[in-house]
Nanobody, 124 residues
């Protein structure tokens, strides 16, 4: 599975960005998907995840109420709408796919495939 993330950029605090991630596989609908981020000098951390059919979503406390994860299985796409961005949101954002049979996970080690990352920079 190849994942291609896009949509990062430079934005002022309080602004919005929408990240996109396209998967190469037609079987995209069977993958649980997640977004993670990694700031300089920090560990990669969970941001959001979504179930196979999009019916269940999960968020880190730090982004709850500001970010929204969604997916379009017909287009092999997953999205992360980020509103009210803060300088603390500055990081490289990665999309990831979990092909396992278990429930949606917030643990990065549960994910099997990763995109290349897209940089989000929020200026104060």
């Amino acid at each position: 599975v190849q994942l291609q993330a896009s949509g990062g950029g430079l934005v002022q605090a309080g602004g919005s960005l929408r990240l996109s991630c396209e998967a190469s596989e037609r079987t995209f609908g069977i993958y649980k998907m997640g977004w993670f981020r990694q700031a300089p000098g920090k560990e990669r951390e969970f941001v959001a995840a979504i179930s196979r059919n999009g019916g269940s979503t999960y968020y880190a406390d730090s982004v709850k109420g500001r970010f929204t994860i969604s997916r379009d299985n017909a287009k092999n796409m997953v999205y992360l709408q980020m509103n009210s961005l803060e300088p603390e949101d500055t990081a490289v954002y990665y999309c990831a796919a979990d092909v396992g049979l278990s429930r949606v996970s917030t643990n990065k080690f549960s994910y099997d495939y990763w995109g290349q990352g897209t940089l989000v920079t929020v200026s104060s």
